[in-house]
């Protein structure tokens, strides 16, 4: 079994805008920045509310819920209320696929 799931085309994944996927039941949001793709779990440390509703700005994410802020390319919790960081996955891009770790890779 490889590491990796096939997610997305990379057609279907905007500049700056978050990309809700499923790795078996776990919600993964998945973004485009500068040319690079990021994927991060959409589960707030602080509620378990979805991080992936919120405010994208460059390399930070805004839970809606409460404000909290984490960093998408580390998983670090960059406002409280969340004081844990979210987990944070690899990605591969194979042709036209966006291919995500099965398990994080890092929730620092």
Do not use: N, Q, W
């Not at 990379?10 to 973004?31: D, F, H, M």
């Not at 485009?32 to 991080?51: K, Q, S």
């Not at 700005?57 to 979210?86: M, N, Q, W």
Request: proline share 6%; net charge negative.
């Amino acid at each position: 079994m490889s590491d990796f799931v096939a997610v997305a085309k990379t057609s279907e994944i905007e500049e700056g805008k978050v990309t809700l996927v499923r790795i078996g039941e776990a919600p993964i949001g998945v973004t485009l920045i500068d040319g690079e793709y990021f994927a991060f779990a959409d589960v707030c440390t602080h509620d378990d509310g979805p991080v992936a509703e919120g405010e994208l700005d460059e390399y930070s994410i805004e839970c809606p819920r409460h404000g909290a802020k984490f960093d998408i390319r580390t998983g670090r919790a960059l406002r409280l209320p969340a004081v844990v960081p979210i987990p944070v996955y690899a990605v591969e891009v194979d042709g036209d696929v966006i291919k995500v770790s099965r398990r994080p890779v890092s929730s620092m």
